[in-house]
């Protein structure tokens, strides 16, 4: 059996006597939405830190190409195509729109132990990170400072940084969070766009969302992932129901 | 306005160059002005580290001391010629950047500031130990170095216009060096290490480079201070000089190399004037420049912004 892109073998995290990560096990292919739900405290966020590298499981295994890259740390995981965006915008505010995204586009261009030439006329980079500000509809906006941005903006940028990584996989922490149906929408049909070309996985709160985009539903309550399947199937899931949709449309 | 922060120094050069020839070219006030592009030099290197990378230095006189040392060492075993001991001094400067970097930039923040704090007071204690050097009273050179075997530096005019040759020197190589992409990686790093990891950058062989870039400078800083004195004593390493170094650098402004530059001739100027006023003058310095903190938030490179 040829391997997934992404896979989750059995993780588990605790903290202190607390285990946040139960037994996750998880896989992701090119041109598919993953999607991760769960009530707030399941843990999505603690399990998004240890795919990307940010905290490292107490056991269990991250594979990602084929590859072990548990060990890995987030800048050794990004270099390698995996690529996140984070549930809190974070970009670099003092530098523009089209520098934040040139940064992830010289992170992979070549040597960035490069002293004399100034970083901000290099064509390449630049050229590079104004077609990922397209692709996100951006790039009206390049040359203003990031901090500048609305916060929808935000997120667009985000994922444009993200792009410009040419990543094989996205790890998507909430790229809808705090922004309005206007902007949802556009955000929408942007990763709609994208999934053809990368593996998405999508943690994100806005339901009608998660239904429109996924390909499949895992949801995470108490660390534990408690259903997996096509949106349909989750929707039907009595215990999915009890522990999370019911509530959010109540 | 980025023609602002190359016009300003470029005025300031230009003043230099011509200060020997309206009234400063007494001793007295070649001496000071000498002093203040040294500090300038070495102000400049601080601003890599605390403006660019984000690296508080309260160690950063030490580098200083390390390159004046390495100009007494040479001299005690008759070294001096300029083309020897700059290259060996600015190289063990780099080296104990290296060796002492590496330490401290696996912290960061206040643990970052005592580590080079730490490494500092190592350095002082060991110049003052250094009884064939003078101990704690220092070491008088036998003369300055020689440069291709002549006594040019002795020349104050030609000393004068060393000391500008190197402080436009750095000036220009700091600017470069903070626009390149090695210094995006830096600037990344200090506004948003997360972002700068999550596309790939582990920021610690960036800021040990830049640690041992400003070293380097420092080291060469140093060299030039011993000459300006003939004199070289602990009292270059302590941390009240590092803070001094830190203060000009803050004083200037953080946006650039140019904060450093204006502030280390401020504060060499301001302090030389005071100092000729009254014998207290640390009573109007000090809290002088705690009102500059509080009114300036951007230094004086950000005042002549706003004006």
Known sequence: MAESLLELRSLRKSFGGLAVTRDVSLSLSTGEIHALIGPNGAGKTTLVHQVSGTLRPDSGQVR???????????????????????QITCIIPGFSALENVALAVQARAGSSFRFFRPAGREAALNGEAMEALREVGLHGRADLPAGALSHGEKRQLELAIALAMRPRALLLDEPLAGTGPEEAERLIRILSALKPRYGILLIEHDMPAVFALADRIS???????????????IRADAAVRAAYLGEEEG | MRWRNAALPLLIFAALALAPFVGFGQGHSLTLLARAMIFGM??????????GAGLVSLGHAALLGV?????????HARVTEALVVMPV???VAALFALLTGAVAIRTSGV?????????????????????IFGGDDGYTLYGRLELGGSRLLENRLFFHFACLALLAGTWLLVEALLRSRFGRVLRAARENETRARAVGFAPYPFRLAAYVIAGAIAGLAGVMLANSAEFVAPAYLTW???????????LGGLA???????????????????SHLTEHWRLIFGPLLILCVFFMRDGIAGLLRRG
Do not use: N
Not at chain 1, 65 to 73: I, N, P
Not at chain 1, 219 to 233: C, D, H, K, T, Y
Not at chain 2, 42 to 51: R, T
């Open chain 1, 64 to 86: 990602f190409e084929g590859e072990d890259v548990t060990r890995l740390g987030l800048a050794a995981r990004a270099r390698r195509g995996l690529a996140r965006s984070f």
């Open chain 1, 219 to 233: 949801v995470l309550a108490e660390g534990r992932v408690i259903a997996s399947g096509i949106p349909a199937e």
């Open chain 2, 42 to 51: 070495a102000a400049i290197s601080l601003s890599l580290l605390v403006g």
């Open chain 2, 67 to 75: 390159g004046a040392y390495a100009v007494v060492v040479l001299d």
């Open chain 2, 89 to 91: 001094a600015i190289g």
């Open chain 2, 111 to 131: 643990h970052f500031i005592m580590i080079t704090l730490a490494f500092g007071q190592m350095a002082f204690f060991t110049a003052s130990s250094l009884a």
């Open chain 2, 240 to 250: 009240q000089r590092s803070g001094d170094l830190l203060f000009m650098v803050i």
């Open chain 2, 256 to 274: 650039g190399p140019h904060g450093a530059l204006m502030g280390a001739l401020a504060f060499v100027l301001i302090e030389e004037w005071l």
